[in-house]
């Protein structure tokens, strides 16, 4: 049974999202404010975390952030009443994988949760969530990917990713040599086809490359000015 734990403040929400959970089969775990979610978050195992941003002594993005410090690999979806493009940029830029905006649909909910677990337990998802790849290990040069474990390595030296770190670089190497824009990769990592006219690619990028290229003489990620990035040998 998959464990789920939802910090949220509202308590016909909780009540709502508890009972059709609990009825999809998930053990669910609430938190009513911030501080006690985080506590929950860092004493317990989970699957998957749903958090609200507007949350009482101490908000979700603290939450978020606080969480990732500590656990890179936890699934957290945020489901919020916040739903401009910059409130979905600030949930993802401090860590969250995915941001579901109020009101929202109960199937589509369940649908997104199921696709989080699924992916940070390395399980093929369906054609409609993602290409499936017969082949799991992924090389460019000493880097390899292992899309089935979810581990990364350099060098042969292990690299900790979070989830979205980790849906970059997967997007990088399928198209090793490729000049991607920021659209692009938006798209093809976060689900979004319009320009946020934020950061949240190059924040990300930037993550990535503190992680990848530790070695000046040895980049991997560049940036093309004006076009994107490329993942290509120096």
Same mark, same amino acid.
């Given at each position: ?47 998957? &975390?749903?958090?609200? =941003?507007?949350?009482? /002594?101490?908000?979700? +993005? ?6 990732? @410090? $500590? #656990? ?40 997104? &949760?199921?696709?989080? =677990?699924?992916?940070? /337990?390395?399980?093929? +998802? ?6 499936? @790849? $017969? #082949? ?62 934020? #950061? ?35």
């Amino acid at each position: 049974m998959k464990k789920i734990l939802v910090v949220e403040d509202e308590a016909h929400v909780v009540s709502f999202i508890k009972k059709g959970l609990t009825e999809e089969g998930f053990e669910v775990t609430v938190a009513f404010d911030g501080k006690s979610g985080l506590q929950m978050a860092m004493k317990n195992t989970f699957d998957i &975390i749903v958090l609200d =941003i507007m949350l009482p /002594e101490m908000n979700g +993005l603290e939450v978020c952030k606080a969480i990732r @410090e $500590e #656990n890179p690999q936890v699934p957290i979806l945020f489901l919020t009443a916040l739903g401009t493009s910059e409130n979905v940029v600030l949930g993802l830029e401090n860590g969250a994988d995915d941001y579901l905006v109020k009101p929202f649909k109960f199937i589509e909910l369940v649908a997104r &949760i199921k696709t989080l =677990i699924r992916r940070a /337990e390395g399980k093929p +998802l369906k054609k409609k969530e993602r290409k499936i @790849e $017969e #082949n799991y290990i992924h090389t460019f040069g000493d880097l390899v990917l292992n899309d089935y474990t979810k581990k990364v390595t350099r060098s042969e030296e292990e690299i900790s990713l979070t989830s979205t770190e980790f849906k970059l670089l997967f997007y990088f190497i399928n198209n090793k040599n490729k000049v991607l824009s920021r659209t692009d990769i938006l798209e093809a990592v976060w689900g979004v086809d319009y320009d946020l006219g934020t #950061n949240v690619v190059d924040v990300y990028v930037n993550y990535l490359r503190k992680k990848i290229d530790t070695n000046p003489d040895q980049k991997l990620l560049h940036t093309v000015i004006g076009m994107g990035y490329v993942l290509k040998e120096a």
